[in-house]
C-alpha cells in the first residue's frame, strides 16, 4: 500500500484563497501541468461547472488539452457560508485516490496536480464522459458500468482491508482518514438522523408526503434499525471506502466508468460504498416512471436497471472472492492457518457468510440512502426533475415503502431474488 505523506494537519490556512478565473490562470501558469493545455495563459477558457452540494469545479480548454480543477470552499455551497466546513475534504480525496491508484487502474481520474494550500485538485478532464445520473435520467443505458463498478469496490475494499495489509498498516491507514471527521459528521447527521427527527435541513415533496414522513418519525422499529446502521458505518471498519459512491460520484461514457469525488473517504464497513451504488440505482428504477413519455413508458429502462444492480453485487461478489482466494497476505484469516481439506471446506464456508454479511450490509445502507435523498437535505435529481409533484410523490412513495420495509424486516432479504419481488410489488 503506497503511503501517503501527512500534510493536512501541517497546512495553514493563510495563503488559501477562493479561486477566480484569473487566480486559477495564475496558478496553472505557474504548474509543469500548463504543457497540457499549450499556448499561453491568455489563450486559455475558464469555465466554474460545479453543481454538487460541497465544492468549487473548474473546466479549463487550451490549445492543446484541457484540465479539471476542484477546490474545496471553506462552506457547504448548497447552503452557503451559514454552513461552514473544513477545507480538509481536499487532503482526503486526494490520499483515497493514491491508495486506490495502484489497484483499479483506470476507473479514477489521472491526477496531475495537489495544492496544500489552495486545497485544490488539478486532475483529468473527463470531457467526453457525463455524470452516470444525467444518463439514467435521461433514459440512457450504459453497458459495461455496473460490472467496472462492482469490479471497483471490490478491488478498492480488498486491498485497503485486513485482508491484504498488516495489522500494522491498516492501523496507519486508519488513524489517516480517521482524521476525515467533518465530513463523517456530514454522513452521520444527514444519513443516519435527520431523516428521523424534526430538522431544519430536511425537506419533502409536500403536502404529498408530510403523513409518511411524520409516520417514518414515529417508527420506533425503523429507527433502531437505523440506528443499527448507523452504528455499523462508525464501528466497522473493514476497509477504505470512497464514503459518497452515488451515481452522481460516477462519470461515464458507453465504453468507460470514472469513480470521482472521494473526500467522503473513511475506513467502514464494505456494504456502505456497495449501498450507495445499489441504492441509487434503486433510486433511479423508483423515478423512471416519473419520467416516462407516451414514446417511452420507461418499462424497459427499469428492467435495464435491475439487471445492473444484480450484475452490480454479483461483480463485487465474483471479484471479491477471486481476489481473497488467490491472495491472503494480511492478517486477516492469515494464510498459514489452513493446510487439511476440512480447513479449507471450514474456510470456504466463512467466506460465503462473509459475503451473505456483506450482502446484508449492502441492503440495509442502500435503504437509508434511499430514504436520505427523499426526507433530507441533499435530495437527487432522478426526483427533483419530475416536475408534477403528485407524480414525483408517487414515485418516492415506492421508494420509501421499500427501504422502511427492507430496514425493518432484513430476514425477508436473503437474496436477489427476494428484493426483486419487492421491488415489483411497490413500483406498481
Ligand atoms: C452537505 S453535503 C450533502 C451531501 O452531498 C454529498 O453528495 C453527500 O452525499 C452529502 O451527504
Ligand atoms: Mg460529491
Given at each position: 500500500m503506497r503511503t501517503v505523506a501527512?500534510?493536512?494537519?501541517?497546512?495553514?490556512?493563510?495563503?488559501?484563497?477562493?479561486?477566480?478565473?484569473?487566480?486559477?490562470?495564475?496558478?496553472?501558469a505557474s504548474l509543469a501541468t500548463r504543457v497540457r493545455l499549450g499556448g499561453v495563459p491568455s489563450d486559455w477558457r475558464v469555465r466554474e461547472v460545479g453543481d454538487g452540494n460541497l465544492n468549487l469545479v473548474f473546466l479549463v480548454d487550451g490549445p492543446a488539452g484541457s484540465v479539471c480543477v476542484k477546490q474545496a470552499l471553506p462552506y457547504v455551497r448548497a447552503a452557503g457560508p451559514s454552513w461552514p466546513m473544513t477545507l480538509e475534504r481536499a487532503f482526503f480525496e486526494n490520499a483515497y485516490y493514491s491508495t486506490v491508484a495502484p489497484h483499479v487502474g483506470a476507473r479514477i481520474p489521472e491526477i496531475f496536480h495537489y495544492d496544500p494550500a489552495l486545497y485544490c485538485t488539478v486532475m483529468e478532464c473527463l470531457s467526453g464522459h457525463i455524470i452516470l445520473r444525467q444518463g439514467l435520467i435521461a433514459g440512457r443505458r450504459y453497458p459495461h458500468v455496473a460490472r467496472d463498478l462492482g469490479e471497483f469496490v471490490a478491488r478498492a475494499c480488498f486491498w485497503t482491508s485486513s485482508f491484504a495489509l498488516s495489522c500494522e498498516a491498516k492501523m496507519e491507514a486508519e488513524r489517516l482518514f480517521a482524521a476525515n471527521h467533518a465530513l463523517t459528521r456530514i454522513s452521520v447527521d444527514l444519513i443516519f438522523g435527520d431523516p428521523y427527527r424534526l430538522s431544519e435541513r430536511n425537506r419533502h415533496t409536500s403536502p404529498q408526503l408530510d403523513s409518511?414522513?411524520?409516520?417514518?418519525?414515529?417508527?420506533?422499529?425503523?429507527?433502531?434499525?437505523?440506528?443499527?446502521?448507523?452504528?455499523?458505518?462508525?464501528?466497522?471498519?473493514?476497509?477504505?471506502?470512497?464514503?459518497?459512491?452515488?451515481?452522481?460520484?460516477?462519470?461515464?461514457?458507453?465504453?468507460?466508468?470514472?469513480?470521482?469525488?472521494?473526500?467522503?473517504?473513511?475506513?467502514?464497513?464494505?456494504?456502505?460504498?456497495?449501498?450507495?451504488f445499489f441504492g441509487n440505482l434503486l433510486l433511479s428504477w423508483f423515478?423512471?416512471?416519473?419520467?416516462?413519455?407516451?414514446?417511452?413508458?420507461?418499462?424497459?429502462?427499469?428492467?435495464?436497471?435491475?439487471?445492473?444492480?444484480?450484475?452490480?453485487?454479483?461483480?463485487?461478489?465474483?471479484?471479491?472472492?477471486?481476489?481473497?482466494?488467490?491472495?491472503?497476505?494480511?492478517?486477516?484469516?492469515?494464510?498459514?492457518?489452513?493446510?487439511?481439506?476440512?480447513?479449507f471446506v471450514a474456510l470456504q464456508a466463512a467466506r460465503n457468510a462473509y459475503l451473505e454479511g456483506t450482502f446484508a450490509d449492502m441492503l440495509g445502507f442502500a435503504a437509508c440512502k434511499m430514504i436520505r435523498r427523499i426526507l433530507g437535505f441533499a435530495h437527487v435529481q432522478d426526483f427533483e426533475s419530475i416536475p408534477d409533484p403528485a407524480r414525483r410523490a408517487h414515485c418516492e412513495?415506492?421508494?420509501?415503502?421499500?427501504?422502511?420495509?427492507?430496514?425493518?424486516?432484513?430476514?425477508?432479504?436473503?437474496?436477489?431474488?427476494?428484493?426483486?419481488?419487492?421491488?415489483?410489488?411497490?413500483?406498481?
Open positions: 501527512r500534510v493536512a494537519a501541517d497546512t495553514t490556512q493563510r495563503d488559501y484563497k477562493i479561486l477566480d478565473p484569473p487566480g486559477l490562470t495564475a496558478l496553472l409518511l414522513a411524520a409516520e417514518m418519525r414515529a417508527d420506533s422499529a425503523l429507527k433502531v434499525a437505523v440506528a443499527r446502521m448507523g452504528m455499523k458505518f462508525m464501528t466497522q471498519s473493514e476497509a477504505l471506502l470512497h464514503g459518497d459512491l452515488h451515481s452522481g460520484s460516477v462519470m461515464v461514457t458507453p465504453e468507460d466508468s470514472r469513480v470521482i469525488d472521494p473526500e467522503f473517504a473513511l475506513y467502514g464497513p464494505i456494504g456502505f460504498d456497495l449501498g450507495a423515478a423512471q416512471p416519473g419520467h416516462a413519455t407516451s414514446q417511452d413508458d420507461r418499462i424497459a429502462q427499469q428492467e435495464w436497471l435491475w439487471q445492473q444492480a444484480v450484475e452490480f453485487w454479483n461483480t463485487f461478489h465474483v471479484t471479491f472472492l477471486g481476489l481473497w482466494s488467490a491472495s491472503c497476505e494480511g492478517d486477516a484469516y492469515p494464510k498459514g492457518l489452513w493446510s487439511t481439506a476440512q480447513d412513495t415506492g421508494a420509501l415503502t421499500l427501504a422502511r420495509h427492507v430496514l425493518t424486516h432484513p430476514r425477508q432479504f436473503p437474496s436477489l431474488n427476494a428484493l426483486r419481488d419487492a421491488l415489483t410489488r411497490r413500483g406498481e
